[in-house]
């Protein structure tokens, strides 16, 4: 059978900061239960107990005073990995925002207006399973909360859609990108 895991002696200084730590209260919660767990250690409360104590796995107890016994006070700041890589670059976010500028017409789409919805399901190619035409260039698979933050982020809205027809003039596109030209260009 295996020795108890038991955090070392505390010198002095280590004493008072890990009490202060713990008076101090809930500041920081990853450091307050991890230095109650060396106190309650270094005091000779067993693992299973000081487990029940902090509400944790023994395992996770076990860790927190070998990273001690090893590391020293060091071990109180958590040393996070950097997370999950991020699914939208910003070569997506670009495209994003280049089609929700451009008409769904003049990508040959059978609406007039976008809405969040319809850009999120377009750019994930859904619409593609209707028509092999409009599936876009770059295929984005986002949901439809992160396309409204981005587009809010960029100072992109959708107004509510409006029931008028388009005009029946011939040159209306052309005045219409004529128009967009102008708007971007003094913005």
Do not use: C
């Amino acid at each position: 059978m295996s020795t108890p895991v038991r955090a070392r002696r505390l010198t002095d200084d280590e004493g008072r900061y890990l009490l202060r730590l713990v008076r101090q209260g809930v500041h920081d919660s990853v450091r307050y239960r991890r230095a109650l767990i060396i106190m309650a250690s270094s005091a000779g409360t067993r693992v299973p107990v000081i487990a029940g104590l902090v509400v944790a796995d023994p395992d996770t107890v076990r860790d927190v005073i070998h990273a001690f016994n090893d590391q020293g006070l060091r071990m109180l700041a958590p040393r996070w990995g950097p997370g999950r890589p991020r699914r939208i670059t910003d070569a997506d976010i670009e495209v994003l925002v280049t089609t929700a500028k451009t008409r769904p017409a003049r990508l040959g789409l059978p609406f007039t207006h976008w809405s969040i919805r319809k850009l999120a399901a377009y750019l994930d190619g859904d619409y593609g399973r209707q028509n092999p035409s409009w599936v876009p260039a770059h295929p984005i698979r986002i949901g439809r909360e992160r396309v409204r933050r981005i587009l809010h982020q960029q100072g992109i809205s959708f107004q509510r859609t409006r029931t008028w027809k388009t005009s029946t003039d011939p040159a209306y596109n052309a005045k219409l990108d004529r128009i967009d030209e102008v708007t971007s260009r003094f913005r």
